[in-house]
C-alpha cells in the first residue's frame, strides 16, 4: 500500500464547477499536508498547506483535513479552465523541515 | 532571488555515459532533495540532504550518487547511465522560514539512448 494515495483520474468538470481532489495516508505520524499544483511541463508549485484538522479557506481553494480518517482534501470553486493541471497531495512528518511523500497526482481538466 | 536553479535543462547521453545534475538554492534552506518523476507518476525521492555536509537515500538510489557541496549546492551524478533513468529530475529545497514547503526547480529532462 503505498502512503499516499490519491483519486485516480483524470478529472474533468465543466467551468464554474467545484473540482474536488482527495488524498489519504497511511502514517498517522503526518503533521503537515500539503497539495501542490504542476503544470504540464513545469515544476511543482505549492497552493495550499495545512496543519490542523478543519477547514482552510484561500480563494477558491479549500483545504479540508480530518487526521482521525488520515484524509485530506482540496475542493477548487468557480473552476476555471487555467485550473487544469495535475494535482499532487504530499505529507510531512513535521511542521519545521523535512522530505515529504508525493502521492502519484490527479490530472484536473476544466472545460469550457 | 533566484529560487532554486538547475542546469542543464535538457540532456541526451547514451548508455554508459555519466553525467553531473547541479543544483543551487538561495534561500538558504538546510535541506535539499532530488525526485525523478516518470511520465504519470509522482515524485520519487532518489536522495537528500538534511543539512550541509549530509546525505541520505531516498526511495530510488540505485544508479546515483549525490554531493552536497555547500549550503546553496547539491548535485546528482549518474555514472553509468541506463535507458531505465530516462526521467525529468527535479531538485528542491526547505528549512528555516520556508518551513517544510518545498520549492522546486524548473527540472532537467534527461533522454538516456
Known amino acids: 500500500q503505498k502512503e499516499v494515495e490519491q483519486n485516480s483520474g483524470p478529472l474533468s468538470v465543466p467551468e464554474g464547477a467545484i473540482a474536488s481532489l482527495n488524498c489519504t495516508y497511511s502514517?498517522?505520524?503526518?503533521?503537515?499536508f500539503f497539495w501542490y499544483r504542476q503544470y504540464s511541463g513545469k515544476s511543482p508549485e505549492l497552493i495550499m498547506s495545512i496543519y490542523s484538522n478543519g477547514d482552510k479557506e484561500d480563494g477558491r481553494f479549500t483545504a479540508q483535513l480530518n487526521k482521525a480518517s488520515q484524509y485530506v482534501s482540496l475542493l477548487i470553486r468557480d473552476s476555471q479552465p487555467s485550473d487544469s493541471a495535475t494535482y499532487l497531495c504530499?505529507?510531512?512528518?513535521?511542521?519545521?523541515?523535512?522530505?515529504?511523500?508525493f502521492g502519484d497526482g490527479t490530472t484536473l481538466t476544466v472545460k469550457p | 532571488n533566484a529560487g532554486v536553479t538547475q542546469t542543464p535543462k535538457f540532456q541526451v547521453l547514451k548508455t554508459g555515459q555519466s553525467m553531473t545534475l547541479q543544483c543551487a538554492q538561495d534561500?538558504?534552506?538546510?535541506?535539499m532533495y532530488w525526485y525523478r518523476q516518470d511520465p504519470g507518476m509522482g515524485l520519487r525521492l532518489i536522495y537528500y540532504?538534511?543539512?550541509?555536509?549530509?546525505?541520505d537515500k531516498g526511495e530510488v538510489p540505485n544508479g546515483y550518487n549525490v554531493s552536497r557541496l555547500n549550503k546553496r549546492e547539491f548535485s546528482l551524478r549518474l555514472e553509468s547511465a541506463a535507458p531505465s533513468q530516462t526521467s525529468v529530475y527535479f531538485c528542491?529545497?526547505?528549512?528555516?522560514?520556508?518551513?517544510?514547503?518545498?520549492?522546486f526547480g524548473p527540472g532537467t529532462r534527461l533522454l538516456v539512448l
Open positions: 502514517d498517522r505520524v503526518s503533521q503537515s
Open positions: 540532504s538534511a543539512s550541509e555536509g549530509t546525505t
Open positions: 528542491a529545497s526547505n528549512g528555516l522560514a520556508g518551513g517544510p514547503t518545498q520549492y
Open positions: 504530499a505529507v510531512n512528518y513535521n511542521t519545521n523541515a523535512g522530505k515529504s511523500t
Open positions: 534561500m538558504n534552506h538546510n535541506s
